[in-house]
């Protein structure tokens, strides 16, 4: 996979061979919401080398610390829909019932077919990438 974006927070990797996008959130919080919005910008700007709608994505977010204040939430509502608009498929990997929930609620409100799992090789069925057996 190719390594297209690495911040403290994220890590972006892409297969243009199997049409797979791969994002990966660390234990890292985000200082502001500037720092926030910078970060998500690079990424969108590295999806442009992406046909999304021939291509699935796939976001980790089990280490990622939760943060729910206002302006926090308005932002990332914003580059969240910026970031997964338009791909085939979208799955996001959580590790707790309070994630999911959070995921569905996103869905909604984004009008986008994502889905929730507890663990990545579901996602990755659910989103037709077949996983490498070494």
Do not use: W
Request: proline share 3%; with cysteine.
């Amino acid at each position: 996979m190719l390594e297209l974006v690495r911040s403290p927070q994220y890590v972006m990797r892409v297969d243009f061979e199997r049409r797979f996008v791969f994002l990966l959130r660390s234990a890292f919080s985000f200082g502001s919401v500037e720092e926030l919005t910078a970060c998500f910008d690079r990424m969108i700007r590295a999806l442009a080398t992406v046909d999304r709608t021939r291509f699935v994505l796939l976001v980790d977010v089990r280490l990622g610390p939760s943060r729910t204040d206002p302006d926090f939430e308005r932002a990332f509502a914003v580059k969240r829909r910026a970031l997964v608009a338009g791909f085939a498929k979208v799955a996001i990997v959580v590790k707790s019932l309070g994630g999911r929930v959070q995921v569905q609620r996103h869905a909604q409100a984004d009008k986008v077919g994502m889905r929730d799992f507890d663990k990545p090789e579901l996602a990755l069925a659910f989103l037709g990438v077949e996983v490498l057996k070494l």
